[in-house]
């Protein structure tokens, strides 16, 4: 086992921590061989080779040639897991009537780890496409999403995730001072919805409401629209952009307390 005594960290196998290092480095490069495996992760040969063997056999990897790559396994595991979700059902329909009411990218997300998880998204043909997959991890601080529920988070609870995840840079447009985040979570919360102005992306702007549920108050989710930054500001559209984003938030929050 691997330990760190010094600094609190929990226990942990070297050997899974192994697997998942190069289920990353895969994950990465699309398609990569061993050699150039061994080599970017500084193990030996013969170590990659019996953790991809061992991936291959539970068909977590596929071998072709000389290049192992991802096995749509993981999209089980995901597809399973998300149709598993009480909020998922509750959100898909209005996700998808929010895209086709603003012509926008609409999506739901959540946080899991001090980051932002993406749930689900609905494109239509004229939306941006940015090319986010669903399941993508992001910082809280660059996205709407991420931002819409930090700001009903207790400032101890913030906290705890600036402290683990820290504030980096996206962008020259992203906030990473702790002061200023803060500003703008007050903000975020006095007028019920959130703004990501090119914090993440150049040129697109976000609009993202908290999704709370009725039984607990409890923030679980957020929802959002993001567009380019000139048609999202286009004379009203923002204004009727916020009140698309906040009636989705609701009409999910009624939808989730009746599953």
Known sequence: MVADPSNGAKKTLGSVNKAFDILEQIKSEGSVGLSELAHNLDLPKSTVHIH???????????????????????????????????LFRAARSEVDKLEETTGEVASLGIEENGLRVLIYKSEGRDSIHDNAPVGEYTHMHWTALGKAILAHYSIEHVESIVDERGLPRANEHTITDREE????????????????DQDRRQGVLTIGAPIHSRSTDDIIASVSVSGPKNRMEEDNRFNEIVTAVKKAANVIELSYSHY
């Open 52 to 86: 991809l063997q061992t991936l291959q056999n539970r068909n977590f990897v596929v071998q072709d040639g000389d290049e192992y790559t991802l096995s749509y396994r993981f999209l089980n595991y995901g597809g399973e897991l998300r149709n598993q979700s009480k």
């Open 181 to 196: 985040l803060f500003e703008e979570l007050e903000q975020t919360r006095e007028r019920g919805y959130s703004v990501e």
